[in-house]
Each structure stands twice: as C-alpha cells, then as structure tokens.
C-alpha cells in the first residue's frame, strides 16, 4: 500500500451564542452605534501533523473543548458584550478575545494546536484571528 503525503491535519469546532453589543465608537447615526443583538458563531480551528495525533488519532478530542463551551455560556450569552468586555465588542476584537482566553486556559498540549478563532455576527460575516506563534 502506498504511504499517503506527508501533511497536516485541521478540525474545527462551532459554538453559538446569543448578545447584545453596541460600537460607541461610530457615530451616532451608525446602524451599530445603536444597542442591537446577533445570535454570535464561533469556531475554534485546531491543528497538528500525522506525528502529533493523539490516540486514537484525533488532533484533540472534541469533548475536550468544553471548557470553551462554558466560557462562552457563562461570560458571554445573553449579555450586553459592552458590560462584560473592556473592549470595544467588534468580531474581531472578539476573536482576538476568544483565542487569548483558549491560549491561557488550556493545556499547552491543546493551545499549541489552535490556529485559528473565528467569530461571525451573522451568515454572511466572519472576523478570524490567527495568533502568532513565535519560533525560538
């Protein structure tokens, strides 16, 4: 049998909430300056290569992600972003947000595999945020 090409492996996980937000920084005739809602979409993007699978060969395991789950339950759905949040609640800023928070409260084993977290207001709209990883 043929060895198939070396090459990585990337899951992705969805986690949806429901909140309130308002951008205070556009002016006020801004459709978004106004307090308004989204039924928010987030997806943590993990990833490893071949050598890096943990048994039974997953990149990790998807029940391991919880905690993430319960952060965004307890923190962020069905709140006002601007009372929870010392930023201005864009998606991007959120992304940025979300993945720090996976960054320091997973193992580093599970954090070093995130490349990517990405937030989405609505269908058409997604804000992603890759974080560097330095080399050393």
């Known amino acids: 049998m043929k060895q198939a090409p070396d090459g990585t492996f990337t ?42 699978l943990v048994p039974p060969g997953f990149v990790v395991d998807f029940k391991d992600l919880e905690p993430l789950a319960r952060y965004i339950k307890d923190t962020l759905d069905h709140r006002n972003l601007n009372e929870v949040l010392d930023f201005e ?36 709209t997604w804000a992603t945020y890759t974080p560097n990883r330095r080399t050393a």
């Open 11 to 52: 899951i992705s996980k969805r986690f949806a909430f429901d909140a309130a937000h308002q951008l205070t920084s556009l002016g006020p005739d801004h459709v978004c300056a106004r307090l308004h809602g989204h039924g928010y979409r987030v997806e943590a993007v993990l990833s490893c290569t071949e050598d890096e």
């Open 89 to 124: 609640p864009t998606s991007e800023l959120l992304a940025r947000h979300l993945a720090h928070w996976f960054l320091t409260h997973f193992t580093p084993a599970v954090a070093e595999r995130l490349i990517q977290m990405r937030v989405s207001e609505t269908e058409k």
